[in-house]
C-alpha cells in the first residue's frame, strides 16, 4: 500500500482531492487498514479536510471474500462438469467448461437469459423458468450432455438453482454400441434354423 499513501501525501502537499486506502504498522494495535479522504478547501481560507477512518475489518472481510472467490473459481474450473448459478431467469455466474458446453466464448455466459441458452430445449426451459429441480440429456454440438438443476438451498426469495452440464457422450456411444450388438444377436437368433 505504499503508492498508495505517496499519493495522500501528494494529495496533501498539492491540496487536492483524493481518497486512498493504506496499511500502517501501529504500535498498539499492529497492522491497520485506513481510509483517508482529502477535500480541498475554498481557496480564501486554503484550510482543507482531512477524514481517517479505520477499514481493517472491512479489508479483512473483503481479503477473505476475494481469497475465497478465487479458491472456489480455481476449484470450479478444474471440474469437468460445466456448473452455472442463475437466479430468476439469468444466469450469474459459470465456469468456463460450462460455456465450452454450450459453445460460447469465454465470458459470454454471464447475464445470459435461460431462454438464451435452452430455448431450444422446451423441457429444460420450462423447469427452469419454474424453478424446479429435474435431470434430462440434452444433444449438443459436438455431443451429449446430463443436464442436472437444483434449487439452492435453503430455499431463497428469488428462484436460485445451480444447473451442472455433464459430458455424457462416452455413455451414450457405448449404449449405441450395446444396442446394436443387442439388434445383432436378435436378428442372428431369430434366422437361424439352429
Known sequence: SLPEYERLQQA??????????????????????????????????????????????????????????????????????????????????????????????????????????????????AALQAGHSFETELALAPGWYSLSVRRAEPAPAENEVVAVLTDISRLKSQQSELEALLRDRELMFSLSDV
Open 12 to 125: 496533501l502537499r498539492r491540496g487536492e482531492r483524493t481518497e486512498v486506502r493504506y496499511e500502517v504498522n501501529h504500535a498498539e494495535l499492529g497492522r491497520r487498514w485506513l481510509l483517508t479522504r482529502v477535500e480541498p478547501g475554498d481557496a480564501e481560507s486554503g484550510r482543507r479536510t482531512v477524514v481517517t477512518v479505520d477499514v481493517t475489518e472491512q479489508e479483512s472481510a473483503q481479503r477473505q471474500s476475494q481469497q475465497l472467490l478465487r479458491e472456489l473459481t480455481t476449484i470450479l474450473d478444474g471440474t469437468t462438469a460445466g456448473i452455472a448459478y442463475l437466479r430468476g431467469a439469468m444466469l450469474v455466474r459459470c465456469n468456463r467448461r460450462f460455456e465450452a458446453m454450450l459453445g460460447l466464448e469465454a465470458g459470454a455466459a454471464a447475464g445470459a437469459t435461460i431462454n438464451e441458452l435452452f430455448g431450444r430445449f422446451p423441457q429444460a426451459l
